[in-house]
């Protein structure tokens, strides 16, 4: 879990705010995906990136944005925060590479939108 | 569509018992599939995968899982359970149309092991 990293660990904001949530990882992994756990749901994809240039929209992408600065950060933006995008946010990589086909999650942040 | 169900939301079970946590797939070809658990204020975990071979896969904590292709199932199983198994388990399955990268996870199942 060390070789990915999330900033801030907990974040509360309020309705209409923009907050940025921070992934980086030093793993080397090319790919990279922004994950919302919600209770009951389980972890859906919200973005996914394979490289700096090439940024994916995810099943819920709605209400946010990405950037890729580089390889190894990959940021999560609320432009306008909304009290249903209280959830549980976790980063994930994983090698362009191989067979391996797992993901490496980070900690995760938990946001609460008031 | 692609789904992964895990049919119970909680699963009890007594230290050194036998556990199994269930997850059934439904996929166009040749599934990937794995588990992932999520310990209290922390992210998931890797614990095993099957990609092709054996049906019969170990993983890390001493876990296995076996995959049944004609129920399209993939179960989750330890011999003897122990207290620090207890846990949020996730089964999920590789997206096979979002460029074959990303992960669909199920619900996922509290395991709770008591002592």
């Known amino acids: 879990d060390a070789d990915v990293t999330q900033t801030p660990r907990n974040r509360i904001t309020k309705t209409g705010k923009r907050i940025m949530l921070e992934c980086s990882q030093t793993?080397?992994?090319?790919?990279m995906y922004w994950y919302r756990q919600d209770p009951g749901l389980g972890l859906r994809l919200i973005y996914y990136?394979?490289?700096?240039?090439?940024?994916n929209k995810g099943e819920i992408s709605d209400g946010y944005s990405v950037s890729r600065q580089a390889q190894a950060k990959f940021s999560l933006s609320l432009e306008s925060a909304i009290p249903n995008q209280t959830a549980l946010y976790f980063c994930?990589?994983?090698?362009?590479?191989?067979?391996?086909?797992?993901?490496?999650f980070g900690p995760g942040t938990r946001l609460t939108v008031t | 569509a692609q789904s992964v169900a895990q049919p119970e939301d909680q699963v009890n079970v007594a230290e050194g018992n036998p556990l199994t946590v269930k997850c059934t797939y439904s996929?166009?070809?040749?599934?990937?599939l794995f588990w992932y658990v999520q310990y209290p204020n922390r992210g998931l975990q890797f614990l095993l995968k099957?990609?092709?071979?054996?049906?019969l896969v170990k993983g890390s904590y001493g876990f296995e899982a076996e995959f049944n292709k004609s129920q399209t199932s993939f179960h989750l199983k330890k011999p003897s359970a122990l207290v620090s198994d207890s846990a949020l388990y996730f089964c999920?399955?590789?997206?096979?149309?979002?460029?074959?990268?990303?992960?669909?996870f199920g619900k996922g199942t509290t395991l709770s092991v008591s002592s």
């Open positions: 990136s394979f490289d700096v240039k090439d940024i």
């Open positions: 793993k080397g992994h090319d790919r």
């Open positions: 994930a990589t994983s090698p362009r590479q191989g067979a391996s086909y797992e993901q490496y």
């Open positions: 099957y990609i092709t071979g054996d049906n």
């Open positions: 999920a399955v590789r997206d096979m149309y979002q460029a074959g990268t990303a992960l669909i």
């Open positions: 996929v166009s070809g040749n599934p990937y």
